[in-house]
């Protein structure tokens, strides 16, 4: 089983415009994340597949591999499918350019997944963390999901599931980390497959494969760093930089 690592990395960004070349300690965002998930060891390749010449410089001229994604796409699904179409491999991983805090314990339970789905069941597999502040739970740009009892995703989505109807209980919350790991044949097929109602409601990609009814295995991780979404995220995250790097 050939299992590479592939970063999509478009320079736009709705909330905060060139975000993966700002600053993240004396790197960029992009070039820290690529670092870490090739520094896990675990893929036989790793790639960043970008839009961006800028982007793409800043990862070839500091000895990395990088893409250039040919055509525009509505998701990164549709820009990593283009990218692999033509490469050896079975399993692709999508670490997400804004997620520079990759985890090797965290990617690892990704590829076992496939390594332990003797029966071909999961399409992608996911990460998720426990929340429990109200503003991360409300918030809309903290993406939630559930699962049923054997870890397939039953929903993602921008509001809090399940909605807490009795106060006398307390709901647990999972925020998902947008860290997948493709079979390499589902994420062609959905590329071939229209958006549907509640993908385009909510804009998340991943409702697609569950609205035409793939698998999608969750599992649980600890914390992983901060995600870069905007400004405010950057300067949460060079602090929690500066504390990993006084306890090393």
Known sequence: MRTIAVIPARFAATRFPGKLMARLGDKSVIQTTYENTLKTGLFEDVFVVTDSEVIFEEITQNGGKAIMSKTEHQTGSDRIAEAIEDLDCDIVVNVQGDEPFVKKEALQ???????????????????????TDEEDIQNPNSVKVNWDIHHFALYFSRSPIPYPRETNFRAKYYQHIGIYAFRKSALLNFTKLPMLQNERAEKLEQLRYLEYGMKIKVLETGFMGIGIDTPEDLEKANAYLKILQTTE
């Open 109 to 131: 339970k990704l590829v076992d997944a496939y390594k332990n789905d003797l029966n071909e069941e999961i399409s992608l597999a996911t990460l998720a963390q426990e929340i």
